[in-house]
Every structure is written in C-alpha cells, then in structure tokens.
C-alpha cells in the first residue's frame, strides 16, 4: 500500500522591533535568500496576513479603544491568521517569515500598556496552543533613533504617534522577553546601517545552516 509522503515542517521566524526599527525592510532580503536556497517562502504581517485579520489591523492602528479591547483584538486576528494563513503552510512544508508575531503584544500591549501579562499569557496559551517561532529576529534600536526614521518616512498611526516614554517601556518589553526565550531570541543591532544590519541577519541565517 502507498502511504503518502508528509512534507517536514517549515520554518517559523519573526521579525520584531519597535516602530522605526528598519525590521520590514529585510524581510524580503530574506525571503530572496531562503527562495535561493529551494525553500518555499510565505512573507506575512501582524497585525494581518488575512482578509479577517487585515481588516482588524486597520481598526487598531486607527480607532481608540482601551487596552483590554486592543489586546482581544489583537488575539482575535492573531486566532485567524495562525489557522487560516500560518498553521497551514507550515505543515506544508513553507517557511514563514512574519513581521510581527506575540512577543510584539507582551512588549507593546504588556509593558507598552502596562497590561496584565497574566492574562496575556493565558490568551497566548489558547491561541497558539505550543506553537512558537523557531527564530525570532528582535532589531534592536534607540527609541529616539528609530522616531528620527519615522518623521521622514511615512504618516504616522496611533502607536506611531505615542511619545518617547511608551517606547522605551517597549524595548524593555522586549529584552524581557528575549530574556525569557533566549533559545529562539537573536538580537541585531537596529542603530547600524542597512549594511551592517543585513550582515548581522545573513551570519544568524548561516550559524543556523539556512
């Protein structure tokens, strides 16, 4: 009897980072690597990746809410894009680059907000069950840095909009989190030039043989 073959799992990878931290910009430098080497590559977004998802990002970038609303908002399009976009290619054997995943709400919502990372935990938990990224890239950066960026660079939303203050309970959230998940964390310095940056991202893809 032929039993059919099961593709291996694809790889999983974040890009994390505060706004302005140039983290978006590599993305595709990657996915080009990775479609070099015969990996198929699906590039994807949160708040996003699917019609649901993508429709709740445009409210929370742009309408007030309080802080329990955004978090459930951002776990409900979280629920969405992991079972409609990310789940599925993974088991198909493709590799997932995505620009933003969990870590940005514990350091956004949770040390950003100063919600409950209690709770936080707990939505993480049902929603993503065990599933966590096999490597999360965090670019590193200064907050005043990563806003002189974003002043020439677009519009900005309403966490754009935050001041400095928010930011840097934000990086902070993320060296909290790199701390507790050290074995998938790699941190890049974010404040060097593209260059610099994108040999830091190459030397992480080679010391891993990807």
């Known amino acids: 009897m032929h039993v059919a073959e099961v593709a291996p799992r694809g790889l999983f990878i974040t890009f994390e980072g505060i706004?302005?931290?140039?983290?978006?910009?590599?993305?595709?430098?990657?996915?080009?690597?990775?479609?070099?080497?015969?990996?198929?590559?699906?590039v994807t977004r949160e708040p996003g990746g699917t019609t649901l998802a993508e429709r709740l990002r445009g409210e929370l970038l742009n309408t007030p809410m309080d802080a329990l609303t955004e978090v459930l908002l951002v776990f409900a399009a979280r629920?969405?894009?992991?079972?409609?976009?990310i789940e599925p290619a993974l088991?198909?054997?493709?590799?997932v680059l995505c620009d933003r995943f969990t870590d940005s709400t514990f350091a956004y919502q949770g040390a950003g907000r100063g919600f409950d990372t209690g709770v936080l935990q707990q939505l993480e938990s049902w929603v993503q069950s065990d599933l966590q990224p096999d490597l999360t890239l965090w670019f590193d950066i200064s907050p005043e840095q990563a806003a002189q960026r974003l002043s020439t660079a677009r519009s900005p939303d309403?966490?754009?909009?935050?001041?400095?203050?928010?930011?840097?309970?934000?990086?902070?959230?993320?060296?909290?989190?790199?701390?507790s998940h050290a074995e998938r964390f790699v941190?890049?310095?974010?404040?060097?030039?593209?260059?610099?940056?994108a040999t830091q991202v190459a030397a992480t893809l080679r010391a891993r043989g990807w």
């Open 91 to 95: 088991a198909a054997g493709t590799t």
């Open 19 to 42: 706004d302005g931290a140039g983290k978006s910009s590599h993305i595709d430098t990657m996915a080009a690597h990775l479609r070099a080497a015969g990996r198929r590559v699906m």
């Open 187 to 197: 941190r890049i310095d974010a404040g060097l030039d593209r260059e610099a940056v």
């Open 158 to 179: 309403r966490f754009e909009q935050l001041d400095a203050a928010f930011f840097h309970r934000v990086r902070r959230g993320y060296e909290l989190r790199a701390g």
């Open 79 to 85: 629920r969405d894009h992991l079972t409609q976009a």
